[in-house]
Nanobody, 131 residues
Framework: QVQLVESGGGLVQPGGSLRLSCLTS????????IGWVRQAPGEEREGVSFISSDDGSTYYTDSVKGRFAISRDNAKNTVYLEMNSLKPEDTGVYYC????????????????????????WGQGTQVTVSA
């Protein structure tokens, strides 16, 4: 059974940093595209970043390029999102999400030049950027 458990959210001042973690189980990280999706209050979900399953390339939405960095540690079955220079508009619930290699999820999210269509979701962690 695929499970994704996020941690690391919280309240941070503008310009601050946070690192989100996603502990995964029930599948092999290499065989899934995995990444982060966020949802601000009253807004639709937005793909933030993901790591592709084919060659491990990373993709970012334009608004976070140069500020966020995604990485994965296969030995720890964990994916990270390092967030720096945070802005109030980064506020939202951040979900860890995974897309299987052969099956795409019903919701396609544009992340840079690629589409991310998760089939599995975590419960989310709240990130609030406020003075």
């Amino acid at each position: 059974q695929v499970q994704l458990v996020e941690s690391g959210g919280g309240l941070v001042q503008p310009g601050g940093s946070l690192r989100l973690s996603c502990l995964t189980s029930g599948f092999t990280l290499d065989y899934y595209a995995i990444g982060w999706v966020r949802q601000a209050p009253g807004e639709e979900r937005e793909g933030v970043s993901f790591i592709s399953s084919d060659d491990g390339s990373t993709y970012y939405t334009d608004s976070v390029k140069g500020r966020f960095a995604i990485s994965r540690d296969n030995a720890k079955n964990t994916v990270y999102l390092e967030m720096n220079s945070l802005k109030p508009e980064d506020t939202g619930v951040y979900y860890c999400a995974a897309e299987t290699y052969l099956v795409k999820g019903p919701e396609q999210l544009r992340v840079g030049l690629r589409w991310f269509a998760p089939t599995h979701w975590g419960q989310g962690t709240q990130v609030t950027v406020s003075a």
